[in-house]
Structure formats: structure tokens, C-alpha cells
């Protein structure tokens, strides 16, 4: 919205900052701390008038959670709202890849949040029944997958990048929707799993969208993507803007979310943040790229369905307890020990994710 502030400017005035994607990019970060700061005490306030007893604890879940329990949910609301709030201030309206990640976060946040809400009023882990969960995010998936389809350029539509090759793309066709489905919808999921300690997901959300948001303004540009031999997407540098706001929002809800917590983020805030990293990644062509730079979801993911596979198969389990973060919790080890280490494995991803973009 503040783009549009450009239109006052002669060319060397102070409105003529907003012309540049990594001015905005900076105020929309600055807009969603802010935010978060000062919405994140009224909001975990209400939320705990209003869901009395909070997230219901799983039974069979690590015998120290039994602590948490009565700590309200819903607080991706918190995230969401600086995001949606810092994107729609700096963010340019008219640059459709902007819409197609609101979109995405918007419509795995709302499917969050019914489940949330399922929980709570019920008081019960069932919530909102899987098969429906999947099913509405296949189709939100799918939108966004033909979305993306239609805005790139004619020599990448429905093209699979590589990274490590340059020039190399294969064609998926009719492929490429199905392919972008499992993207995000993996993404919101392996996030919604990985989002089972204090601060744990919040931050390997936050170095993945850091990571994202450049690679977005480099393959927006087309002088990077000469010097970079990476494929250029015109507009997705705009991505930017909207990751700078979710590393916003997500500073000032880990305020509250550091050990011991005052609030989860729930489903609200998880399938929301998962959902965002997969649209992006669909959006700038860096599909392969996600899996490294958001490794650490993919491994929490795979432990999961290695874990239930191998139990079926077997009566037996490779892990003490899945996702993975509970194995280690019943080897014996403190919470804090268990996320800060996870969030030095994301950031090393991240540098490897990072890397692709010149090593070719």
C-alpha cells in the first residue's frame, strides 16, 4: 500500500525510497515486531480467558509435558496477524505472487485455527479429522500450484529447477500441480509436526523464510540471475517484503513462545508458516531447494512415517517416540538443549540452501 506513496516522488526525495523492495522489506519487518510486541500480552490474554484449560496434552506424550498443560493455543494468530498487516502496508498490491502466498497462508491458517478451535472446544487432540484437513489443503494447493503456472515465464511454466545445474529444467506437464501440491501441503504438515517443543518451529520457520526471501530477490532480479546463472521469475522479488514480515512476526511471537511458553502456536500459526514456505518455494522455482534449506522438517516428517510404517510392518519402533525431537526428549534430553541444537541444524541448511544459488 505505502508503494503507492511513490507517485509523490520526484526521483530524489524521501518517497522515492519506497520504490526500493529492500526499504519496504525492512519497514514491513520493522511493522510486524511492532505488532507483535504490542498485540502478543492482549492477545495471549484473551486467549487464555477464553480457552480456559488451553491445548489439550496428549496422553501419550513425554511425561514433563503434563507441565503445559492449561498454556492456551491459537497464537499463530499473532504471527498471522503482523504478517497479513506488514505485507498489505509495504508489500506492492498489484504483484500477484504476493497474493498467491497471502492466499496460501491465509487458507492453511483458517484450516489451523478450525482446528485449533475443534480442540479446545472440545477439549480433546482429535480436532478437525485428518482426511478433511488434507483434502482442503490439497485443493488450496492446487489453486495456488495453477496460480503460479500462469504468471511464469513461458520457458518455466510447469519446469522442475534443479539446483547445483544451470539450464537444467525437466518439463512435469500436467505434472506440475499435482507436484506443487505435494509441496506445500508437505510443508504445512512436516511444520505442524515439527511444532512440538517450546520455540522449536518458530525459528527454523524464520531462518527458512529468511533464506527464502532472498533467493526470492535474487531470482527477481535480472541482473543477479545473469551473474547467478539461476532462472529468472519476474516479480517474485516482491516475496521479499512479505518474508521480512514473517521474520517480524515470528521475533515478536517467540517473545512469548521462548521456554516455558505463554502461548503455542498451534495449528493456526504452524499450517499457516508451513504453507507460506511451500507457496514460496513453488513461486520462485526452488521447489528441490526447500527440502534443503527446511531439512529439518523434512527429517521430522520422515520420522513420523517411518515410525508408523515400520510399526505396522513390524509391532516394532525405530524411534522412542516420533516426531524425532520426542526421541530425544525420552533419551533424556532438557527441551532447550533439544531446540537450540535444532535450530543450529536449520541454520546450517540454510547456508547450504543458500549455496545453491551459486554453486552450479
Not at 128 to 147: D, E, M, N, S
Not at 188 to 197: E, R, S, Y
Not at 233 to 250: N, R
Not at 329 to 340: D, R, T
Request: glycine share 12%; aromatic share 12%.
Amino acid at each position: 500500500m505505502l508503494y503507492w506513496l511513490t507517485a509523490l516522488s520526484d526521483g530524489g526525495d524521501f518517497f522515492n525510497l519506497f520504490r526500493y523492495i529492500s526499504f519496504r522489506a525492512g519497514g514491513a519487518f520493522l511493522t510486524a515486531l511492532v505488532f507483535g510486541f504490542m498485540f502478543g500480552r492482549p492477545l495471549i490474554n484473551v486467549l487464555r480467558k477464553r480457552q480456559g484449560k488451553g491445548q489439550p496434552i496428549r496422553d501419550d506424550g513425554p511425561e514433563n509435558h503434563v507441565a503445559k498443560a492449561g498454556t492456551p493455543t491459537m497464537g499463530g494468530l499473532l504471527i498471522v496477524g503482523a504478517l497479513l498487516t506488514a505485507t498489505l502496508l509495504w508489500a506492492r498490491l498489484d504483484n500477484p505472487f504476493v497474493w498467491l502466498v497471502l492466499f496460501v497462508t491465509m487458507a492453511f491458517g483458517a484450516i489451523g485455527f478450525a482446528d485449533d478451535y475443534a480442540k479446545v472446544s472440545k477439549q480433546n487432540t482429535a480436532g478437525v479429522p485428518g482426511k478433511v484437513r488434507l483434502g482442503l489443503g490439497f485443493l488450496i494447493a492446487a489453486i495456488a500450484g495453477y496460480w503460479a503456472a500462469q504468471y511464469h515465464p513461458p520457458e518455466l511454466a510447469n519446469q522442475l529447477a534443479l539446483p547445483f545445474f544451470k539450464d537444467v529444467l525437466l518439463n512435469l506437464g500436467l505434472l506440475f500441480i499435482p507436484f506443487s501440491m505435494i509441496v506445500i501441503v508437505g510443508a504445512a504438515n512436516a511444520v505442524n509436526l515439527t511444532d512440538g517443543l517450546d520455540g522449536l518451529a518458530i525459528m527454523p520457520v524464520m531462518i527458512a523464510a529468511g533464506t527464502l526471501g532472498v533467493i526470492a530477490y535474487a531470482v527477481g532480479r535480472v541482473d543477479f540471475t545473469d551473474y547467478l546463472d539461476v532462472h529468472y521469475v519476474p516479480g517474485t522479488g516482491e516475496i521479499l517484503v512479505f518474508c521480512a514480515g514473517l521474520f517480524g512476526g515470528g521475533l515478536g511471537f517467540l517473545w512469548y513462545n521462548a521456554p516455558p511458553a505463554a502461548v503455542f502456536m498451534g495449528d493456526t500459526g504452524s499450517l499457516a508458516l508451513g504453507g507460506a514456505l511451500g507457496a514460496i518455494a513453488v513461486a520462485t522455482k526452488h521447489e528441490i531447494v526447500l527440502a534443503i534449506v527446511g531439512g529439518l522438517f523434512v527429517v521430522e516428517a520422515l520420522s513420523v512415517i517411518i515410525q508408523v510404517l515400520y510399526f505396522k510392518r513390524t509391532g516394532k519402533r525405530v524411534f522412542l517416540m516420533a516426531p524425532i525431537h520426542h526421541h530425544y526428549e525420552k533419551k533424556g534430553w532438557a527441551e532447550p538443549q533439544i531446540v537450540i541444537r535444532f535450530w543450529i541444524i536449520s541454520l546450517i541448511l540454510a547456508m547450504i540452501g543458500l549455496a545453491t544459488l551459486k554453486v552450479r
